[in-house]
């Protein structure tokens, strides 16, 4: 399974573009990169996902660069409520694989 | 229910107790997951079903755990004799038939041994 690596933490401002890289360069070409984030005392909830292509929905981007490795999620304005811990597990068939995630705090 | 359902969402065991945490997945979800989550750690893998057939236990720690899903609806997952290292979030998660589809997390049965 591929191991990814991301900011033990960041911080951001409201209002502001949050930009949260995954490094995943052990993925292997039928894995799919996941975002997700977890709220404290909350499971993770599901953010966005893509396999190649850069994806965009109702709550972020996700840019994938072209040679698979890394990712970025980004959160156009962030709000308070985007404070979580940030998880990019790659996910091989139904199992993903989480890490440590990244820590973000949206400041006022 | 619209989401994964668990429970209890707290509980206390002494060193020793059994214990049985609940999930209810999604209807309809045919896929149903138990991930472990220590405290500040990621959620680790635990065991997987395709209806009621356990296809994958490769991640539950020791012969003390034991999840079933007798009926391929509601799981449930066992801790025999307890240990202090047991004491985690235990989250539950399930996707719709379909290998692309999303894999959706409950709120998690939080365990504390002592």
């Known amino acids: 399974d591929a191991k990814t690596t991301q900011p033990t933490s960041m911080d951001c401002a409201e209002g502001r573009a949050a930009n949260l890289p995954c490094n995943h360069s052990t993925i292997s070409g039928n894995e799919y990169v996941y975002w997700y984030r977890q709220i404290h005392s909350q499971g993770p909830q599901y953010i966005i996902h893509g396999l190649k292509n850069n994806e965009t929905n109702e709550m972020a981007s996700l840019i994938i660069t072209e040679d698979r490795k890394s990712s970025t999620l980004i959160l156009p304005h962030a709000t308070l409520r985007d404070t979580a811990v940030y998880y990019c597990p790659p996910r091989a068939g139904n199992k993903l694989t989480f890490g440590g995630g990244t820590r973000v705090l949206v400041k006022p | 229910g619209a989401g994964v359902s668990q429970s209890p969402r707290y509980k206390v065991a002494k060193r020793g107790q059994d214990v049985a945490l609940r999930c209810d997945p999604i209807s309809g979800h045919v896929s149903l997951f138990w991930y472990q989550q220590a405290l500040g750690q990621g959620p680790e893998f635990l065991t997987y079903?395709?209806?009621?057939?356990?296809?994958?236990k490769s991640g539950l720690p020791s012969d003390r755990f034991f999840a079933e899903r007798p009926e391929g609806s509601v799981s449930t997952l066992k801790i025999q004799r307890t240990q202090q290292e047991d004491s985690a979030v235990y989250l539950c998660a399930s996707k719709h038939r379909g290998s692309g589809n999303t894999i959706y997390f409950g709120e998690g049965s939080w365990l504390t041994v002592v």
């Open positions: 079903f395709q209806n009621e057939a356990q296809l994958d």
